[in-house]
Nanobody, 115 residues
Framework: QVQLVESGGGLVQPGGSLRLSCAAS????????MGWYRQAPGKQRELVAT???????NYVESVKGRFTISRDSAKNTVYLQMNSLKPEDTAVYYC?????????WGQGTQVTVSS
């Protein structure tokens, strides 16, 4: 069984920064994709960024140039560095880990951007 534990959310002022972390444990494929999704109140969950085990990254247009996804494969951990945060970034952020025929989610961490 795979478990994902997120940390790093909180309250930050517009223009501020936060760093999210997601540590994976359990029996997992070494070839996988880790990513971050978010869900704002009343909206559907959306992709924020993904990173493959080979290091290829993908971002939703709205966060390009502000967010950076990275991973430490030795620690099975993925990070999301969020800079220049905006009120519209407010959401619950979820970590995801997947490979063919497997898909796991973290419990979510709240990010609130407000003055």
């Amino acid at each position: 069984q795979v478990q994902l534990v997120e940390s790093g959310g909180g309250l930050v002022q517009p223009g501020g920064s936060l760093r999210l972390s997601c540590a994976a444990s359990g029996n997992m494929s070494p070839i996988n994709i880790m990513g971050w999704y978010r869900q704002a109140p009343g909206k559907q969950r959306e992709l924020v960024a993904t990173i493959t085990s080979g290091g290829s990254t993908n971002y939703v247009e709205s966060v390009k140039g502000r967010f950076t996804i990275s991973r430490d494969s030795a620690k099975n951990t993925v990070y999301l560095q969020m800079n220049s945060l905006k009120p519209e970034d407010t959401a619950v952020y979820y970590c995801q880990l997947n490979w063919p025929r497997a898909n796991y989610w973290g419990q979510g961490t709240q990010v609130t951007v407000s003055s």
